[in-house]
């Protein structure tokens, strides 16, 4: 039996009147059974789901899915269908716009909202106990922590009705400082007159104090004129609501901070129980309800997170507009975005529904409402109507009106405000907007500011911008697209700033040509008198020139005669040699005077160290300088003190000849070499640490590592050894070499080994794995010589060939050839700076060679005899060389001459070592004797001094007469 026809259905009347007529369309493909036996399929009455399909209202969830079970429909998909229905009945608004919110959405609570004020009780009572206690007093929280409601909706309605007389207001101000807070509200400051109690100024948003406030001596005086309140009888009372982020701002004020010190009132967020109240109390208020769900879900958003309480009421407010009949649902409050989504969908369902023309006012608006941060939040700032209509459009009206209808911006009389600062943050279009014109927003502030100023100074000319300002004002804001952002003031400062420029310009041109032409003037008649100046001047410089070139050359003439002379009565006469050479280089320092000079203080022999009894073959300076290694032909080795000359130890127990020995790097340890091992020596205790066997021949080179920790001999059986100086054992034998080994080298960094041999071949070896790594072949004849260059890529090496060579050591390739001594080369040393290499050989030659360009810098000359070992000094400076010739000879190497010859040896000198320090030289010989010089290069003044004090007299008057007639006769030696 059929039931009584049902109403039709329009889809498209609504979300409820859709998802009916989907419902009856799925009864009829079931079949069309009765609501009765669609009931006893179910546990819903037939009435019930009769009504679900009526269209009518929405039906709850349950009764939509035992409805498809009736009809064997998808439960998943009507789920999905219903769930969509109810967002889109939620999204729309109710039509009765006109009855009065219980929240206030992003604007704050004024104190006629005070019955709508909830969740602030004890923050209340706190800051009235707070203030009854102190006359000046602040609020200090987070922006959109609530401290402007706290203030205008809770402290304000309780100051009026309290019972305590002492608090009880005679008058109650609220400001905010703004641009000028002294030159706007200094009438306010000032106590109300003819009334008993104090009166309160609220000084809310005391950050405009920083933000917006330019001129720091208002700023002072602002803050002064408040601290008057700390008086007892000033009759006025000071509450100060300050954003946390500028709270610093106020301490760098000692006379404030001082009277906040106890006096400061923190606004944490609000507590689970507080939120509680601030959600249900106000629809309470209002004869509303709330659904549970609803408050659990915001309290469980807004819990704990600083800042939200302004995010929260909006969700509130739009959830209302979305309210059906007494209750706020959760599914209104989704569909309004929520707690973080609500400000940004309010903001851009209005943006986007604004024109292109509006929205570009929007934006405009909306941006000269902020002051973007320097090195903190950006901030609100209010702005005069008149500021935001920059021409005579009405649609910056319009506009306006639809901001503050959706209560983003707040119109309070001719002043526009943005509603609240966590609009910036929550709105990403408007971030994006702050963010891409930030520069540009920080001139705009600047020039709204200056362009007031020069209009409050009468449009003074000298408050005009100039330089650097306005050109960034006219590059940011040009002619042709600064209408629409600038308001006739600005664009009247602008234009003008840039009119005074060019006449600035135009009178500095004038100028400049006036200063240009008398310049041009003054500079033809200074022409001439330099001209004629110049032509006297360089008439007497020219005669001075001749006097002095006549004069100097004389003295030139007169010192070399001198000198000769000195040379010649140095055997016969020292003393009256000496004066000559003092005498001489006094007259003009030339290098004969000079060389007379030294030789006339030639320093004398340092130490003479005696006790070997055969040829001492070998010199070594220990690290610091302070020991010196000996050893030779009788098989000894003796250490001496480098100071005192005295023998330290002696180190016996061989009897072959000492021909090589070294100091590890740390000085504890002698490595020698002998013509039938190497022995490792304990420098402390003079005694023998070990004995290194595993040549079949005599070992001719020892060398430590630059760490010290791996010895390097090389034998005559053609074999090099690498051994653990830590416990004396072979770590390896390198094996290649068909004759003995001549020479051994580590490479700075330690990592490689070179080693020279009479096969005519140098190889280079891999410390770290024993293998070689490189054959250097080339040479024709035996290889007597290797030393690594200090940077450690380059290789010198020496042989009997008469050629030394450079090799490049990363490729193993030669670089040069220095060919020009004639003989075999038995010394190669590389200077300290790596830039000069010195060899010496048979030939008796020294040369020095340019590293960089392997070119001869210099043949240094003078030994009668082979040169047998060649040393620079550490700073580089002096090149010691020692010859068969008995002699050792200094030489510059800057000039490539000789400094001087040590003549006190006997028989060949075979080794030359510089101390550390470089002032000290040890030379051995055949003559079985040491010697160690002083070669601390001299000075003309200290060799002058030395000279004196050694001859104590001058020139006697016959002497005089023979050798200085015609010359002044001041005394030789001066005191």
């Given at each position: ?243 946390a982020d500028f709270f610093g701002h106020l301490a760098g004020h000692r006379p404030l901070a001082d009277a906040l010190r106890e006096a400061t009132l923190l606004v944490p967020p609000m507590n689970r129980g507080e939120l509680r109240e601030a959600v249900v109390k106000p629809a ?230 006036r200063l240009r032409q008398f310049a041009t003037t003054v500079s033809v008649l200074l022409i001439l008198a330099l001209t004629a100046g110049l032509i006297a001047w360089q008439q007497y410089r020219t005669s001075e020139q001749q006097r002095h070139q006549a004069l100097t050359a ?422």
């Amino acid at each position: 039996m059929a039931g009584r026809p049902e109403s039709p259905l329009d889809p498209s009347a609504g979300p409820a009147q859709r998802l009916a007529f989907e419902l009856r369309k799925l009864r009829a493909e079931a079949g069309s059974p009765t609501y009765r036996a669609m009931a006893a399929r179910t546990d819903h009455g037939a009435s019930t789901l009769s009504q679900a399909a009526a269209g009518e209202r929405l039906p709850t969830l349950p009764v939509v899915l035992a409805y498809v079970q009736a009809c064997g429909g998808n439960p998943e998909e009507w789920e999905e269908r219903w769930r969509q229905a109810a967002a889109e009945e939620a999204a729309e608004p109710r039509a009765d716009e006109d009855a009065e919110p219980p929240y206030r959405g992003l604007a704050r609570f004024e104190p006629d909202d005070a019955a709508l004020f909830f969740g602030r009780d004890q923050l209340i009572d706190d800051l009235l106990h707070l203030t009854a206690h102190h006359r000046i007093t602040a609020v200090v929280g987070a922006s959109g922590s609530g401290k402007s409601s706290l203030l205008r909706a809770g402290l304000i309605p309780r100051l009026r009705t309290t019972d305590n007389a002492d608090l009880r207001p005679a008058a109650l101000r609220v400001i905010t400082p703004g641009g000028h807070p002294l030159r706007d509200h200094e009438q306010r400051l000032v106590p109300k007159e003819g009334e008993e109690g104090d009166t309160w100024l609220v000084v809310d948003q005391m950050e405009e104090l920083y933000t917006l406030c330019t001129d720091s001596e208002e700023r002072t005086a602002f803050i002064d004129r408040l601290l008057t309140a700390a008086a007892p009888d000033s009759r006025l009372r000071v509450l100060i609501a300050v954003r946390a982020d500028f709270f610093g701002h106020l301490a760098g004020h000692r006379p404030l901070a001082d009277a906040l010190r106890e006096a400061t009132l923190l606004v944490p967020p609000m507590n689970r129980g507080e939120l509680r109240e601030a959600v249900v109390k106000p629809a309470q208020a209002a004869g509303l309800i709330v659904e549970r769900t609803l408050t659990a879900r915001i309290i469980d958003e807004v819990d704990g997170e600083p800042g939200a309480l302004p995010l929260m009421s909006h969700a509130l407010l739009e959830t209302w507009h979305r309210r059906k009949g007494r209750a706020l649902t959760l599914t209104a409050y989704e569909a309004a975005g929520g707690v973080h989504g609500a400000i940004a969908q309010t903001a851009e369902d209005l943006y986007t529904h604004l024109t292109p023309d509006q929205a570009s006012y929007a934006r405009r608006i909306l941006l000269r409402l902020i002051t973007p941060g320097e090195g903190a939040q950006d901030t609100r700032r209010p702005a005069p109507r008149e500021e935001l209509e920059t021409d005579s459009s009405p649609a910056t009206a319009e506009v306006l009106e639809r901001l503050a209808k959706t209560r983003l911006v707040t119109l309070d009389g001719h002043t526009v405000h943005l509603a609240h600062e966590a609009l910036i943050a929550a709105w990403p279009r408007l971030r994006k907007w702050i963010d891409e014109d930030r520069d540009r927003l920080r001139l705009h502030r600047q020039l709204t500011d200056a362009a007031h100023t020069w209009q409050d100074l009468g449009r003074e000319p000298g408050a005009l911008y100039r330089g650097t300002r306005l050109a960034a004002a006219e590059e940011s804001f040009p002619t042709t697209d600064a209408d629409g952002d600038l308001t006739p003031l600005e664009r009247d400062f602008l234009s003008s700033s840039s009119i005074a420029r060019h006449r600035e310009e135009a009178a500095a041109a004038r100028a400049t040509r006036r200063l240009r032409q008398f310049a041009t003037t003054v500079s033809v008649l200074l022409i001439l008198a330099l001209t004629a100046g110049l032509i006297a001047w360089q008439q007497y410089r020219t005669s001075e020139q001749q006097r002095h070139q006549a004069l100097t050359a004389q003295h030139i003439a007169l010192s070399r005669q001198l000198s000769a002379q000195s040379a010649g009565l140095l055997d016969s006469n020292p003393d009256l040699a000496s004066l000559l050479a003092v005498q001489a280089y006094r007259t003009s320092p030339t290098k004969e005077a000079t060389a007379s000079l030294f030789i006339a203080a030639a320093l004398p022999l340092k130490r003479r160290l005696t006790g070997h009894s055969g040829f001492v073959g070998s010199v070594a300076f220990s690290p610091d300088g302070r020991t010196l290694a000996t050893g030779g032909g009788d098989g000894k080795i003796r250490l001496w003190d480098a100071a005192t000359g005295e023998r330290r130890a002696t180190l016996s127990g061989r009897t072959d000849a000492v021909v090589s020995m070294t100091f590890s790097p740390d000085g504890r340890t002698l490595a020698t070499g002998s013509n039938d091992t190497a022995r490792l020596w304990d420098v402390t205790t003079g005694r023998p640490r070990t004995t290194l066997t595993g040549h079949a021949k005599g070992v001719g080179s020892v060398a430590f590592s630059p760490d010290g920790r791996t010895l390097a001999t090389g034998g005559w059986d053609g074999k090099s050894q690498l051994w653990d100086v830590a416990t004396s054992k072979r770590r390896a034998t390198l094996s290649g070499h068909t004759k003995g080994v001549e020479s051994v080298a580590f490479s700075p960094d330690g990592r490689t080994l070179a080693t020279g041999s009479g096969d005519k071949t140098v190889r280079l070896w891999d410390i770290a794995t024993g293998r070689p790594r490189t054959i250097l072949s080339g040479r024709t004849d035996a290889v007597w010589a290797v030393a690594f260059s200090p940077d450690g890529r380059t290789l010198a090496t020496g042989g009997r060939d008469g050629k030394a060579r450079l090799w490049d050591v990363t490729t193993g390739r030669p670089r040069t050839t220095l060919t020009g001594h004639t003989k075999d080369v038995w010394s190669v040393a590389f200077s300290p700076d790596g830039h000069t290499l010195a060899t010496g050989g048979i030939d008796k030659a020294v040369r020095l060679w340019d590293v960089a360009t392997g070119k001869r810098r210099a043949t240094l000359t003078g030994h009668s005899d082979f040169v047998t070992s060649v040393a620079f000094s550490p700073d580089g400076r002096t090149l010691a060389s020692g010859s068969d010739d008995t002699t050792v000879r200094l030489w510059d190497v800057a000039t490539g001459r000789p400094r001087t010859t040590l003549t006190e040896h006997s028989a060949v000198v075979r080794s030359v070592a510089f101390s550390p320090d470089g002032r000290t030289l040890a030379t051995a010989s055949d003559d079985k004797t040491v010697r160690l010089w002083d070669v601390s290069l001299p000075n003309p003044a200290s060799s002058i001094k030395k000279v004196c004090q050694a001859v104590q007299r001058s020139f006697t008057q016959s002497e005089r007469s023979l050798y200085l007639a015609d010359q002044p006769t001041s005394p030789v030696c001066r005191s």
